[in-house]
């Protein structure tokens, strides 16, 4: 699951300031695609659901590599359900001890009752599977200007302190 996307530079005097700056530019951005990858981290994280906070706090930033042309930031987790989460999932039977953790922990539910509740939910999986809750997706969407504004903001200043642009 990867989202591509890139910033368009209309400004003429940016577009050929950038030209001459070439590759050397990119190392000059990646504290704004940092920027812009913290903020995108904080409202997936906002959109992530919760019970133990685990799935939320998995989610993280990674420092922005160049590798060879392309200046590369990355937000996601190491968690191996995070995919579930983002997409849903088609009817399954889920293993019972994740969710009825969910449920001590969400619900307060403890000893036989908390183990009835995630049976139950087991059962509701079972036949209608769960809904995704696109936290990636409309993360994303919900940021993209300001991390368009942020990119373009910082490749001016990065052309400025390389001696390009005034």
Do not use: C, N
């Not at 890139?6 to 190392?27: F, H, M, T, W, Y």
């Not at 704004?32 to 994280?45: F, K, N, P, T, V």
């Not at 060879?68 to 995919?83: A, F, K, T, Y």
Request: aromatic share 4%.
């Amino acid at each position: 699951m990867a989202t591509t996307w890139s910033v368009q530079v209309q400004d003429k005097a940016l577009r050929a300031a950038l030209d001459r700056a070439g590759r050397d530019i990119l190392p000059a951005l990646m504290p704004a695609m940092w920027q812009a990858e913290l903020l995108l981290m904080r409202e997936i994280r906002d959109r992530t659901p919760a019970a133990s906070g685990i799935t939320r706090e998995s989610i993280q930033a990674k420092e922005p590599v160049v590798i060879g042309d392309v200046l590369i930031g990355e937000v996601g987790s190491s968690q191996p359900h995070i995919e579930y989460v983002e997409l849903g999932t088609k009817p399954h039977r889920p293993p019972i001890a994740p969710i009825e953790a969910w449920v001590r922990t969400k619900l307060g539910l403890t000893g036989i009752e908390a183990t009835r509740v995630a049976w139950a939910v087991a059962g509701k999986i079972a036949k209608v599977g769960t809904e995704g809750a696109f936290m990636f997706r409309d993360g994303f969407d919900a940021t993209q200007p300001q991390m368009e504004s942020i990119m373009r903001a910082g490749l001016r200043e990065a052309l400025v302190s390389l001696g390009l642009l005034q």
